[in-house]
């Protein structure tokens, strides 16, 4: 891709928890995911997951969105898993391989923990989980090894954060592993050269960023978080209000 992304570039949506009993910022509740789901089916959205996106699938044929989910939390498939399946879309999941089937808990996630009983609120998904979900069509993308920020590690630490959780991905999938989303959104194109290297086809991040390059690689997201209302979800997924946005970035 060159020049301005969004003349490529599909409606792509950040997500990370969906749960009725979380209250932090990461956490969509169940009944605004629907709402969410039912408005864009009801204008006429239909889903790709981003390797189908990148693959070339179905990019011209009428409104597309790709939905994403960082960290792999449980609650993608309690929760979120059949609301997607309720309006026919697939999602992009994005794991956290050294996390995924333990019972460790992510940094950010262990001051949120009052009580014993809540921390079940934050457990990751387990395999099992994650092959129901591909067998519908979920696809399962990398967010490294362990979630450190990647451009603050050595050339070496990136390697193995960005390669090794491919290869352990596509290991347990059966299947190449090929999208990739940068932890907190940080990046640099040293990161960017060593995930291409690494054989992904393309990244997301949130939001996009001033000075690095538009491409496959920089696929810029929505993220959609706890307090963000109907309206504000209305106007964030709106199409001018994106590209005025996006143009404005891609001038600075």
């Not at 891709?1 to 997500?15: A, D, R, V």
């Not at 956490?27 to 996106?53: C, I, K, M, P």
């Not at 347990?172 to 291409?196: K, M, N, T, W």
């Not at 959609?224 to 964030?236: A, D, E, I, M, S």
């Amino acid at each position: 891709m060159s020049g301005p992304l969004f003349h490529n570039s599909p409606l792509i949506l950040g997500y990370h928890s969906i749960s009725e009993r979380r209250n932090d910022a990461l956490a969509v509740s169940g009944s605004n995911f629907e709402y969410q789901l039912r408005w864009l089916s009801e204008r006429g959205y239909h889903s790709l997951t981003l390797a189908d996106f990148l693959a070339g699938g179905k990019r011209s044929q009428g409104r597309v969105v790709i939905i994403t989910f960082d960290d792999g939390y449980a609650d993608n498939y309690s929760l979120a898993f059949p609301i997607l399946q309720r309006y026919g879309f697939v999602a992009t999941v994005f794991l956290v391989s050294e996390y995924v089937n333990t019972d460790r808990v992510f940094p950010w996630d262990k001051p949120k923990i009052a009580r014993t009983e809540e921390r079940s609120l934050y457990e990751v998904l387990t395999w099992d989980q994650v092959e129901e979900m591909a067998k519908y069509g979920i696809e399962f993308g990398s967010h490294t090894c362990s979630h450190r920020e990647l451009p603050g590690l050595s050339e070496a630490e990136r390697w193995d954060e960005i390669s090794r959780s491919r290869k352990e991905l596509s290991t347990r999938l059966g299947q190449e592993v090929v999208s990739f989303s940068y932890p907190r959104g940080c990046l640099s194109p040293d990161v960017i050269s060593q995930v291409a290297k690494a054989g992904y086809l393309g990244g997301v991040v949130t939001p996009t960023r001033v000075g690095i390059p538009h491409s496959e690689y920089t696929l810029g997201r929505i993220g959609v978080y706890q307090p963000n209302g109907r309206l504000t979800f209305r106007v964030k997924t709106n199409h001018w209000a994106r590209r005025t946005y996006e143009t404005l970035l891609w001038l600075r």
